[in-house]
């Protein structure tokens, strides 16, 4: 059974730091497209960074420079780790797993709908 759980989320003042954690069960994520995904009250779920099987990543512009995704392959992890936090960052945040094997992180987009196995999320309010 795939099963991918959150952790780390919180409340933080504005600039502050957060690092999410996932931990995959199920299968091994290494030669998946892994992301990091958030829905604010309101608003649709978007996708904030993903990672390809070669660690290529991906970031929405909104915290590009502020936000690092990463994976440890032998713990089976994925981060996020979050820093200059701004109000707006607000939101549930997701993560989730591809199913499909790739030889290339070109094949990892930050739609949602690529994206097959979800953890339940954890809560990151910012607030200024």
């Known amino acids: 059974q795939v099963q991918l759980v959150e952790s780390g989320g919180g409340s933080v003042q504005a600039g502050g730091s957060l690092r999410l954690s996932c931990v995959v069960s199920?299968?091994?994520?290494?030669?998946?497209?892994m992301g990091w995904f958030r829905q604010a009250p309101g608003k649709e779920r978007e996708g904030v960074a993903v990672?390809?099987?070669?660690?290529?990543?991906t970031y929405a512009d909104s915290v590009k420079g502020r936000f690092t995704i990463s994976k440890d392959s032998a713990k089976n992890t994925l981060y996020l780790a979050m820093n200059s936090l701004e109000a707006e960052d607000t939101g549930m945040y997701y993560c989730?797993?591809?199913?499909?094997?790739?030889?290339?992180?070109?094949?990892?987009?930050?739609?949602?709908?690529?994206?097959?196995?979800w953890g339940q999320g954890t809560q990151v309010t910012v607030s200024s």
């Open positions: 990672i390809g099987p070669d660690g290529s990543t």
């Open positions: 989730a797993a591809d199913r499909s094997t790739y030889s290339s992180s070109r094949y990892c987009s930050r739609s949602e709908y690529q994206y097959i196995s």
């Open positions: 199920g299968f091994i994520s290494n030669n998946h497209c």
